[in-house]
């Protein structure tokens, strides 16, 4: 075989790999936010973190880099709505009258018979405080 | 005397609630941007924007967190976090802002009333005055608020890599959808 063609091959696994790994990062997916570890807190207590230190309870619970921190809450619900994406969010009861901690859960993975009342866990990642405490990308406990 | 008393507090609640019902609030307002770059487009949503509307004062108060912001692709709402929005320093931006032409709405009828907002909008730690355009409906007690403007990237102090340049439009186009409901205590 003459260097050309080593040269050529060598070029083209080199293309070739370098294809395959930049199309598994570009379609990476989403962290699944029941697999590993999580931080397991009560509405009533994430929401008073926020409200009492906003800035210490973002590093507490709000992921630095994508997805690489989980929570996992436990609540009472306290209002079901839809947005305008069809997600299903459930507002959980705190201490405050108005704001709580809004679980936004992936479409599929909604309660099934979910009510007013109900205790719930869902585990997502928390986005921080905004007016109520933000958990996107939610799926239950079971 | 009592008698007084008693009518001072029935004037002091009406005007109280007078005050609650020309304060609207959501907690579910939509914020999508949309990038148009040679190589790909960019969308996002975000549909946890809260925001509140004082009728009387014709004042707009809009808050988004960052990373609220829903991406097709992980890696594109890794690279808008950590790379151009830098969320963990800057983790909200923030409207604050003021109809322009009040006069033109009335809040207590129905209708479709075409408004320009003017205000500070806070962006990557940056605040710049900008005026929009923008239609108010009034429905069955509700009201409705969109508007769609543009911002360009460096005005905000977010810098993108001359590696990506062509991934990223320098401006973005930005729409942003509010259905209000009267602000009350549960």
New interface residues.
């Given amino acids: 075989m003459s260097k050309i063609s080593v040269l050529l091959i060598s070029i083209l696994i080199i293309l070739g790999v370098g294809g395959v790994i930049g199309y598994k990062?570009?379609?990476?997916?989403?962290?699944d936010p029941l697999q590993g570890d999580a931080i397991k807190v009560t509405a009533m207590l994430l929401f008073n973190d926020f409200s009492a230190n906003e800035a210490a309870a973002?590093k507490k619970y709000?992921?630095?880099?994508?997805?690489d921190k989980k929570v996992e809450v436990t609540g009472e619900i306290?209002d079901i709505?839809k947005?305008?994406?069809d997600?299903t969010y459930y507002i959980l009861k705190t201490t405050d009258?108005?704001?709580g901690v809004?679980c936004?859960m992936d479409k599929g993975h909604e309660i099934t018979n979910a009510k007013i009342g109900n205790n719930i866990t869902v585990r997502g990642f928390c986005?921080?405080?905004?007016?109520?405490v933000?958990v996107?990308r939610c799926k239950p406990v079971k | 005397m009592k008698k007084i008393t008693a009518a001072i507090f029935i004037a002091f609640l009406i005007i109280s609630i007078n005050a609650i019902a020309q304060t609207f609030f959501t907690?579910?307002g939509?914020i999508t941007f949309f990038s148009k770059a040679p190589i790909e487009n960019i969308e996002a949503?975000n549909?946890?924007?809260?925001s509140i509307l004082d009728t009387q004062k014709g004042e707009f108060v809009f808050?988004?967190?960052i990373?609220?912001f829903?991406f097709q692709?992980?890696?594109m709402?890794?690279h808008f976090?950590?790379n151009y929005m830098e969320s963990?320093t800057f983790?909200?931006a923030n409207f604050k802002g003021t109809i322009t032409d009040l006069s033109k709405i009335n809040f207590s009828k129905e209708g479709y009333y075409p408004v320009t907002v003017k205000g500070d909008l806070t962006i990557h730690g940056v605040t710049k005055t900008i005026e929009v355009p923008g239609t108010i409906t009034v429905s069955q007690g509700k009201i409705n608020a969109h508007s769609e403007f543009s911002v360009k990237v460096k005005d905000y102090n977010i810098k993108i890599p001359a590696i990506v340049i062509n991934n990223i439009a320098e401006t973005l186009d930005i729409t942003v959808?509010c259905k209000y409901e009267p602000y009350k205590?549960?």
């Fill in positions: 990062m570009w379609n990476k997916p989403f962290k973002q709000v992921p630095e880099k994508l997805g306290k709505e947005n305008d994406d997600e009258e108005i704001f809004k936004v986005d921080g405080l905004n007016s109520d933000i996107n | 907690r579910n939509r949503n549909n946890e924007v809260t808050a988004v967190l990373k609220s829903k692709k992980a890696l709402e890794e976090n950590e963990n983790p909200k959808d205590k549960n």
